[in-house]
């Protein structure tokens, strides 16, 4: 018996020694968790409980260059509703002129929102929508409703902004006014202007402290942020909508005439190099057309027959020939390591100049031109066309460029056929549309080649931040001879060549035609060809003022491909519409013509006037109206005999003025 309990009392001091091991252990670990650990899950319930939310800056305003609106952040504001925080007073009080507003503003009946109040407030709802997407003017109307007017705590409302970026343009020059957007990852999709200038529109963010609430969602504790957000910077571009509209609907007609798959639009004025217009416009499955991609500034492509200019000006600067140079096309083709280089026109040119051969765009006229001279220096040739930077991009602000590319002797691409193919803009030459026009341009603007510009300047409220200045590629890409021989021959070529079409003796027009087959490569091209119709130039001739190009790729070619019948017409719609729309200005020196006599009779009257005081002043020689102010100053009385000037007056010059004295004038 004594040995069972013995047995039982060792049983109980082994449980009452475990049970006092595991106290020591809980509270050793309350200890801890409270003393040593204690900020961290504190910090972890507050980060569970409450926490920070980013209030995003509005972004800066993108202008055109005359003030209007392309790009602005609207705020948008969501409402809801804790049912919970309201007390009952307020909440019986109001519920029903509340239910009754929010009838009127939204609609469906002021019973049913009355239903919905009282449901939240009976489910203990603390985060009932009521609205979204409102704006400005909407949420101060919300906010001053029954109710809500009482605030976050009092009243229950519970107020979510944030900002939207609208374009008052809709679709016109949408991938050039772009976006920024950022994902979960961090990572920014830049496009644009909105996406190259983003730093300075973006602003610094704000910061917001949230509660967690019921089902995951949190709730604002105050009104108030935090952190305001900074907004960001305003940018004026160089972009007129005024030309961008008349781009754009130029380039869409044309597009939905010849059912084309793409094509772009860039309007550049000619000194300063600032884009007055850029469209880009892609075909959808539906046939319809909207800014799909960056063609003008992303898309490098085999330029075709406006490369000819390049060519010309190179064999011209190195003075291999001139444009009275005779170049036998024969009868419209010729055969080069048995490939054949064929012309347009059947039956060929024959013997022509080589100013000729450019102007009605003879691919053997041209081809032999270059191929004769270089054939054995081949990179004579495609120095000289690196020389005036037509390998290197531009560096635009604007993500997405091109690269351009000049195929080298010694590359892999290079072959027996890559001078004379590239004396024609094929052989695997690549350029872009803005490319070839900042060319063009320099051809236009005497020679200096300026670098395309898309901002002014930056803005905060009337203070400037920052400019951007006309920045200049290169002084003199070739001679002013050639420039001048050049220019004459892009005339030539809406005059009398392939641009003939396009000719209107009131309004003078230069550039150049193209027509470059794309995807030769696939097969069945011969069944279903496929071509870019192009044509770059500069107007007026005499004192360009813009250049541009079109571009457009695949049009139907039942219906036509040809660069003069296709782009063509557009360009010369911008150019004729632009001068049409813009008001001419006749600048005036000044409207006064000065009288040498008449100034010299003021500067009498003047100085006898200033010196008379009370003594009769000197009239002879004076105009009658002169004398007659005078004489009324001093308050002498006068009588009048003749026209003319005074020639002789009964008080001599000099004598006292007494009062009521009177003077005799007489007037010849």
Not at 15 to 25: D, E, H, P, S, Y
Not at 312 to 319: N, P, Y
Not at 396 to 401: R, Y
């Given at each position: 018996m004594a040995t069972t309990e013995k047995h039982i009392l060792y049983r109980i001091y082994v449980?009452?020694?475990?049970?006092?091991?595991?106290?020591?252990?809980v509270g050793f670990k309350l200890l801890n968790i409270q003393i040593v650990e204690g900020d961290n899950y504190r910090k972890m319930a507050e980060q569970r409980t409450y926490r920070n939310f980013v209030i995003p800056a509005n972004r800066g305003n993108l202008y055109d260059v005359n003030g209007n609106l392309l790009a602005t952040s609207i705020p948008k504001y969501d409402i809801r509703f804790d049912a919970v925080t309201v007390s009952d007073k307020n909440f019986q009080e109001n519920v029903g002129p509340l239910a009754e507003e929010l009838a009127k503003m939204f609609g469906e009946s002021s019973s049913r929102w009355a239903r919905k109040l009282r449901s939240a407030r009976a489910n203990k709802h603390r985060y009932l929508l009521i609205a979204r997407n409102l704006g400005y003017s909407e949420y101060i109307k919300v906010k001053n409703f029954p109710m809500f007017k009482l605030g976050s705590n009092r009243g229950g409302i519970i107020v979510e902004q944030r900002t939207v970026r609208e374009h008052p343009l809709g679709k016109m020059a949408e991938r050039t006014v772009g976006y920024e957007r950022q994902d979960d990852s961090g990572y920014y999709t830049r496009v644009g202007l909105e996406g190259a200038f983003g730093p300075y529109l973006r602003g610094k963010e704000g910061r917001r402290l949230k509660q967690r609430i019921a089902k995951g969602q949190w709730k604002p504790i105050s009104d108030n942020n935090e952190v305001e957000p900074k907004d960001g910077y305003d940018l004026i571009s160089t972009i007129d909508v005024k030309i961008q509209d008349i781009a754009h609907h130029a380039l869409l007609k044309q597009l939905e005439k010849y059912e084309a798959d793409h094509g772009s639009v860039v309007v550049m004025e000619t000194e300063t190099g600032e884009i007055k217009a850029i469209s880009n416009l892609g075909r959808t499955s539906k046939g319809s057309y909207f800014e799909k991609l960056n063609y003008a500034v992303g898309e490098a492509h085999e330029p075709g027959s406006t490369f000819k200019l390049m060519s010309?000006?190179?064999?011209?600067?190195?003075?291999v020939i001139d444009t009275s140079t005779v170049v036998?096309?024969?009868k419209g083709q010729m055969i080069i390591y048995r490939r054949r280089v064929r012309d347009s026109k059947h039956g060929g040119y024959g013997k022509i100049s080589a100013g000729k051969a450019f102007e009605v765009s003879s691919n053997v006229g041209i081809v032999k031109l270059i191929y004769e001279n270089y054939k054995d220096q081949p990179g004579k040739f495609v120095d000289k066309l690196k020389a005036m930077h037509l390998d290197e991009g531009l560096g635009?602000?604007?993500?997405?460029?091109g690269t351009p590319y000049?195929?080298?002797p010694g590359d892999k691409t290079w072959s027996g056929l890559s001078l004379p193919w590239m004396a024609y803009g094929?052989?695997?030459i690549q350029i872009t549309p803005l490319q070839t026009l900042t060319f063009y341009n320099a051809i236009a603007n005497g020679g200096e080649m300026v670098k395309p510009r898309f901002i002014k300047e930056v803005k905060e409220w009337d203070k400037t931040i920052e400019k951007f200045e006309k920045k200049v590629i290169d002084p003199q890409i070739c001679s002013p001879e050639t420039v001048a021989k050049v220019t004459d021959l892009l005339k030539n070529v809406v005059e009398r060549g392939t641009g003939k079409s396009l000719y209107d003796p009131n309004f003078s027009m230069a550039g150049k035609t193209g027509t470059a087959q794309t995807e030769y490569w696939k097969e069945g091209w011969a069944q279903d060809p496929q071509y870019i119709s192009s044509f770059v130039g500069f107007f007026p001739v005499e004192n360009p003022k813009y250049s541009c190009i079109v571009v457009i790729h695949k049009p139907n070619n039942k219906t036509g491909y040809y660069g003069a019948d296709v782009s063509g017409p557009v360009f010369k719609r911008i150019a004729q519409k632009i001068f049409t729309d813009t008001p001419v200005l006749d600048e005036f020196e000044t409207l006064e013509v000065v009288d040498p006599a008449i100034e010299k009779n003021y500067e009498k009257y003047f100085a006898t006037a200033r010196n008379s005081g009370k003594v009769m002043p000197d009239l002879r020689g004076m105009p009658a109206m002169d004398a007659v102010s005078l004489l009324e100053n001093l308050g002498v009385k006068f009588e009048l005999s003749g026209?003319?000037?005074v020639s002789q007056q009964s008080v001599k010059p000099g004598t006292s003025i007494a009062e009521g004295l009177t003077i005799k004038l007489k007037l010849s």
């Open positions: 449980v009452a020694g475990f049970m006092f091991l595991l106290a020591v252990a010309m000006i190179v064999a011209l600067e190195d003075k036998d096309t024969e635009l602000a604007i993500k997405g460029e000049i195929p080298t094929y052989g695997s026209n003319g000037e």
